[in-house]
């Protein structure tokens, strides 16, 4: 198994003030867009400020400390570090698990007879393993929490396959990702979890921060991350230009633009309707009240009157 290579120690800073997040589609998150990313060397369409994405393709986080996996996951991991496009004591954002969590734990866990727990437990160790490997070459690393699995319980899509139902697969997340906010604690490194905002009190996952395909987070979920991100690297630059607020409000401001052309619409057709039903003035006309007796020969006035009016 190749090793990373240990230059010699420098000082941990971020010069660019960008966070440099390497892992699966779910990377995607800190592009800025609800858009899949394309697998690196090609360059991701980022529009966030402050963020660069790696899409280093179907990668497991069990398979990140070994080379020869179809995925190739940790040998896109080292060509992207070693590529130039990310500097010499960079802050990295690791973003993998969710795969494992989704298809794979539960499945292990029953054709191995053990646990979901310990196998859990042990993919998440293997994981960190490269997390040391990049602090001992120099890098500020951050890890992503997985991220809770698609709120469907069957998903019938095969680019997609999924082993148990959403809270299974959520139950085996959490303890993924307890196991890793431990091992980043114990060796310095910073643990990013929106998990428990994107689940409710049964433990299912909140289907409204999800994008249509129900497996990957949606920009809606992204001011939950940048909050945690913000909360331990204070330096980042993450203000939003005026194209991003605009992509990301664009969905909205289509809504209004719908519902203002339905309520023009609504309207004209709802005025044509009262004109051909109740004349030019749009005057409802009321039910014609019941005739009043006839007065008799000596009745008052005030009678008369009032059954002209009626009439």
């Given at each position: 198994m190749p090793s990373i290579q240990t230059p010699n120690p420098r000082p941990q800073t971020l010069a660019t003030r960008r966070l440099y997040c390497l892992g699966d589609s779910h990377a995607g998150l800190f592009s800025g867009r609800d858009v899949p990313q394309?697998?690196?060397?090609?360059?991701?369409?980022?529009?966030?400020?402050?963020?660069?994405?790696?899409?280093?393709?179907?990668?497991?986080?069990?398979?990140?400390?070994?080379?020869?996996?179809?995925?190739?996951?940790?040998?896109?991991?080292?060509?992207?570090?070693?590529?130039?496009?990310?500097?010499?004591?960079?802050?990295?954002?690791?973003?993998?698990?969710?795969?494992?969590?989704?298809?794979?734990?539960?499945?292990?866990?029953?054709?191995?007879?053990?646990?979901?727990?310990?196998?859990?437990?042990?993919?998440?160790?293997?994981?960190?393993?490269?997390?040391?490997?990049?602090?001992?070459?120099?890098?500020?690393?951050?890890?992503?929490?997985?991220?809770p699995s698609s709120p469907l319980d069957r998903i019938d899509d095969k680019e997609f396959p999924a082993e148990g139902d959403c809270q299974q697969r959520n139950i085996v997340t959490r303890v993924f990702n307890s196991r890793l906010a431990e091992l980043c604690q114990a060796h310095g490194a910073a643990f990013i979890s929106i998990f428990d905002q994107l689940v409710d009190a049964t433990g299912r996952s909140r289907r409204r921060y999800y994008r249509p395909d129900l497996i990957h987070l949606s920009q809606r979920a992204l001011p939950l991350a940048l909050a945690e991100v913000k909360r331990h690297l204070p330096d980042l630059d993450i203000t939003r230009p005026l194209t991003y607020r605009l992509y990301a409000s664009a969905p909205a401001l289509w809504a209004r633009h719908v519902w203002w052309h339905f309520s023009r619409r609504a309207g004209r057709l709802y005025r044509r309707t009262r004109y051909r039903l109740f004349g030019p003035w749009g005057a409802h006309r009321s039910l014609p009240a019941p005739p009043l007796p006839n007065p008799q020969p000596g009745a008052p006035t005030a009678a008369r009157h009032a059954q002209t009016l009626h009439l």
């Amino acid at each position: 198994m190749p090793s990373i290579q240990t230059p010699n120690p420098r000082p941990q800073t971020l010069a660019t003030r960008r966070l440099y997040c390497l892992g699966d589609s779910h990377a995607g998150l800190f592009s800025g867009r609800d858009v899949p990313q394309p697998q690196w060397p090609t360059p991701a369409r980022d529009w966030l400020p402050g963020f660069r994405t790696f899409r280093i393709g179907i990668a497991l986080a069990h398979n990140l400390c070994e080379t020869g996996h179809t995925s190739r996951g940790r040998e896109n991991l080292l060509a992207a570090l070693d590529s130039g496009a990310i500097p010499e004591g960079a802050a990295l954002l690791l973003c993998l698990g969710e795969i494992d969590c989704r298809a794979h734990l539960l499945r292990q866990a029953r054709l191995q007879n053990r646990p979901a727990e310990e196998v859990a437990c042990t993919a998440a160790e293997r994981y960190f393993s490269v997390v040391r490997e990049l602090q001992a070459r120099g890098y500020r690393v951050l890890v992503w929490n997985a991220i809770p699995s698609s709120p469907l319980d069957r998903i019938d899509d095969k680019e997609f396959p999924a082993e148990g139902d959403c809270q299974q697969r959520n139950i085996v997340t959490r303890v993924f990702n307890s196991r890793l906010a431990e091992l980043c604690q114990a060796h310095g490194a910073a643990f990013i979890s929106i998990f428990d905002q994107l689940v409710d009190a049964t433990g299912r996952s909140r289907r409204r921060y999800y994008r249509p395909d129900l497996i990957h987070l949606s920009q809606r979920a992204l001011p939950l991350a940048l909050a945690e991100v913000k909360r331990h690297l204070p330096d980042l630059d993450i203000t939003r230009p005026l194209t991003y607020r605009l992509y990301a409000s664009a969905p909205a401001l289509w809504a209004r633009h719908v519902w203002w052309h339905f309520s023009r619409r609504a309207g004209r057709l709802y005025r044509r309707t009262r004109y051909r039903l109740f004349g030019p003035w749009g005057a409802h006309r009321s039910l014609p009240a019941p005739p009043l007796p006839n007065p008799q020969p000596g009745a008052p006035t005030a009678a008369r009157h009032a059954q002209t009016l009626h009439l």
